[in-house]
């Protein structure tokens, strides 16, 4: 089967049918194409070329055709979802098999033998794929055991009877009827390949749903509306364990194996909807770039690499937009459909409900956080798996990090808990730039890839949250940095900076530029290196720091797993959190780089400028705001008041009436000439320059 485009080379005749009568796959290619993908013609593939143009159903083909057509079934499953499979519609003749972004990844993960999440709003086709999927494996394998796992009776007969009618829209020459198949609701068989369906249905106690997961023993497990079946939480840890050696047999035979989960999101307060919650989005958020991954056994590093959980799991979550339905029709499809309000948020919002438990966020501040969910334009992809995601395109990076970025770190031991998740924001936007979440690693190679992307990026400032693991990277970066010319006092945020007076001898050494310090230097003051947190820092950022950069930057956001962290906070106990289904590692490493522009002092020590950010959200419009114009009004008081200070000290120790009356002139006019409006003070240390200079003129004037 071609996946990749190293497949190709299997199939030297091979080639991508661009005459296929099914229009979904040429768009889907199209889309693929402007994605950014290289192997955007995947779904195109064809093995014999003898095939172009033939019809499958045609009354008048030759032996050999069939032959040719039966073959290139069996070896090639986008040929038969392409050109061979059939939806059933009532009142009309079955229609061809309609692929969209989800189904397809659907399809292509499963053939990778990778376990698959896939969540689709109503009526979108996961059912019919997944049985069409169903029946396509009862076709091709041999001696084979999958099973259906259901959330009740009423979805096994209805998944049961679209197998069915699939199968049936079959030429007859594909499918060789016996009459000893098993042809009811609970058992499908396909004896001529000695092939055999097994449909389990959600228990009603938790001794039921453990003996009935202890038979689940198969290669293959597919689980429907997984989110609502009674006791998953119990089942599927159990027969993850029963099929571990029909797994392991598959993988040694090359026979396809895993299990794919189709769901619409659930009830995150209920037992069962927080474990499969977590079980998702402890996964791999699905990005179309993993097609161009060069082999599977780089794709499962990459994997489990960067996602959270032990599993190596894809999440594939794809709302209407992305599976090509119009705002109007999904409007139409919520306005058509019965339910409450939370069943629709669920239904047609992908939305994980939670019930009693209240959100942080307002209804309009979650919807802008949606509204922002995107995928990455760039997958920055390193030597040690590390994936950095985006959102400038490859091309834009470079130019948009002439401005100022911060990089916000939180730190974990990267051993299957909280990720090291690292957030990047623009610091005149606040924009998400980019994300990383590493699970896996030696600490000691993450700080040095660190250090390496600070000295790469060199408009970085980093906010590491000291905890944990953060010490051993400070230190490691406390020595990398200064090796290459870099002083890490003007690069990673520091307590010294931050909290120290004027006067403090300390803070000058800071403030002092170099290149070099003596190691005995870093020795001493490492421990100042870093965003402590503790309960009363916690609280400041789940407090006004998340209410205020919500407020500027909700719909900069980006991110799916930044977004989903953001829509998963609750407040317990009078007190912002994650629930314990969740994480927040990508929250506080977004808010901390946030804090660090909203309420960081002394920002211009680390070449960083708030002021054009503040400006704008006071304008309400980024077009209202010129960069240029800023810096230079800046750059103009700045010089007034250097220029102030020193006629000042001037005044302070002249003695000569003449000297003194001409110094008082000049101050008397440069005074004249200060910005003194406060209203314009966009942060604190701006508006703490107006009052300096308003006091130097009460004294003066």
């Known amino acids: 089967m071609i996946l990749r485009k190293v497949d190709w080379g299997s199939y030297p005749e091979g080639a991508y049918n661009l005459d296929t009568n099914n229009a979904s796959y040429l768009k889907l290619a199209y889309t693929h194409r402007t994605l950014g993908v ?54 009309a003749d079955p229609c061809a ?76 020459y594909l499918w060789v009827h016996q009459r000893d198949d098993a042809d009811n609701t609970e058992v499908f068989t396909y004896n001529n390949r000695n092939n055999k369906l097994i449909t389990v249905i959600a228990q009603n106690s938790k001794e039921a749903a453990l003996n009935a997961a202890r038979g689940l023993t198969t290669a293959r497990l597919f689980s429907d509306e997984t989110a609502f079946t009674r006791f998953i939480r119990i089942m599927l840890p159990a027969a993850a364990a029963a099929g571990t050696t029909a797994r392991k047999i598959a993988e040694a035979e090359g026979i396809p194996y895993g299990n794919i989960f189709t769901t619409t999101p659930g009830k995150r307060d209920e037992a069962d909807g927080a474990f499969v919650y977590k079980l998702f989005h402890d996964g791999f958020f699905w990005e179309e770039a993993l097609m161009d991954v060069p082999d599977r056994e780089k794709l499962i590093e990459l994997i489990n690499m960067n996602s959270k959980g032990d599993r190596t799991l894809i999440h594939a979550p794809f709302n209407h937009r992305q599976l090509g339905m119009s705002d109007l029709d999904l409007y139409k499809a919520m306005a058509n459909a019965g339910g409450t309000h939370e069943e629709k948020l669920r239904d047609f919002g992908l939305q994980w409900t939670a019930g009693s438990m209240s959100s942080p966020l307002t209804v309009e501040e979650a919807e802008k956080i949606r509204e922002s969910g995107t995928s990455p334009r760039h997958l920055e992809i390193h030597r040690d798996n590390y994936i950095v995601r985006w959102y400038y395109s490859e091309e834009e990076i470079a130019e948009k990090l002439k401005v100022k970025h911060i990089i916000g770190l939180d730190t974990s031991e990267a051993v299957q808990r909280d990720a090291i998740s690292m957030v990047i924001i623009n610091s005149e936007t606040m924009e998400t730039a980019a994300v990383s979440s590493i699970n896996e690693s030696n600490l000691v190679t993450y700080a040095n890839w660190l250090g390496d992307f600070l000295i790469r990026y060199e408009n970085t400032i980093l906010v590491i ?96 797993s930044l977004m989903s962290e953001l ?135």
């Open 567 to 701: 829509l998963g906070l609750v407040v317990k106990n009078d007190r912002i959190d994650h629930t314990s289904d969740a994480h927040d590692d990508c929250v506080i490493a977004w808010l901390m780089a946030c804090w660090f522009l909203l309420y960081g002092r002394r920002l211009d020590h680390y070449g960083v400028s708030n002021r054009i950010l503040m400006k704008r959200q006071l304008s309400n419009s980024s077009d209202d705001v010129s960069t240029e114009d800023i810096v230079r009004e800046d750059e103009e008081q700045k010089a007034l008041l250097a220029e102030i200070d020193s006629i000042c000290s001037q005044l302070v120790n002249c003695r000569n009436p003449f000297v003194k009356t001409n110094l008082d002139r000049q101050l008397r006019l440069l005074l004249g000439q200060l910005n003194m409006d406060t209203s314009t003070a966009a942060t604190v240390s701006e508006l703490q320059e107006v009052v300096r200079s308003e006091r130097i003129k009460m004294r003066y004037l």
């Open 97 to 172: 098999f309609g692929i969209h972004r989800g189904s397809f990844t659907l399809i292509w993960v499963f053939f990778n033998n990778i376990d698959i999440a896939l969540l689709l709003i109503r009526q979108q086709g996961k059912t019919i794929v997944l049985s069409e999927l169903i029946m396509y494996l009862k076709r091709i394998l041999r001696n084979s055991r999958t099973i259906l796992l259901t959330r009740g009776s009423d979805l096994r007969i209805e998944t049961i009877s679209k197998v069915k009618s699939m199968r049936d829209c079959l030429p007859g």
């Open 38 to 91: 290289e192997h955007w013609y995947c779904c195109l593939a064809l093995h014999d070329t003898e095939l172009v143009g033939v019809d499958p159903y045609a009354a008048d083909l030759t032996f050999e055709q069939k032959a040719r057509v039966a073959y290139e079934m069996l070896t090639n499953p986008w040929f038969h979802f392409r050109e061979i499979a059939k939806v059933p519609q009532e009142g």
């Open 465 to 560: 949250e000291r905890k944990s693991t953060a010490p051993t990277m400070i230190d490691a970066l406390l020595l990398k940095l200064p090796a290459n010319g870099i002083d890490p006092c003007r690069r990673i945020y520091s307590t010294v900076i931050q909290n120290r007076e004027e006067d403090d001898p300390l803070l000058k050494d800071f403030q002092r530029y170099r290149s070099a310090r003596d190691a005995r230097f870093y020795d001493s003051v490492r421990k100042y290196f870093g965003f402590q947190t503790n309960a009363a820092s916690r609280d400041l950022l789940y407090s006004d720091c998340l209410k205020n950069a919500v407020r500027i930057a909700g719909h900069n956001v980006r991110d799916k």
